[in-house]
């Protein structure tokens, strides 16, 4: 009977201190990193839902149809002014989507440097 009792003091004194380390905020479940974790893992956040913006707007570049009662002739070389012009629009539109697959890579790669909890 001692012994469960001597065993029931230690954990009421191990569960008292960590009531007291988590009333000082010295108990947190990244350590003294925590906020800064949630607040990388945000700007991450943010940032995936812009870059699925993105490039939803890409696809959708071009999808209007043009219907027009001029001869087919000026309707080839519209067709073909359209398309060269959404070309390139879908090309300036991609290389901004990669550059903020870049910036997302950097913010994910300081993410899992301030989140290593073995470091």
């Known amino acids: 009977m001692q012994a469960h009792i001597r065993v029931l003091d230690k954990l009421d004194n191990e569960f008292n201190t960590l009531d007291q380390q988590y009333s000082r905020g010295e108990l947190r479940v990244f350590g003294s990193d925590t906020e800064k974790i949630?607040?990388?893992?945000?700007?991450?956040?943010?940032?995936?839902?812009?870059?699925?913006?993105?490039?939803?707007?890409?696809?959708?570049?071009?999808?209007?149809?043009?219907?027009?009662?001029?001869?087919?002739?000026?309707d080839v070389?519209?067709?073909?002014?359209?398309?060269?012009n959404n070309f390139n629009k879908k090309r300036i539109a991609l290389n901004n989507l990669m550059k903020k697959l870049d910036d997302l890579r950097t913010s994910m790669t300081n993410f899992r440097e301030i989140s290593d909890l073995d470091g």
């Open 38 to 74: 949630f607040k990388e893992l945000d700007v991450i956040r943010h940032k995936q839902i812009e870059i699925a913006g993105d490039h939803i707007a890409i696809e959708s570049i071009g999808d209007i149809s043009h219907q027009s009662s001029r001869s087919k002739e000026a």
């Open 77 to 84: 070389q519209d067709d073909y002014q359209r398309e060269v």
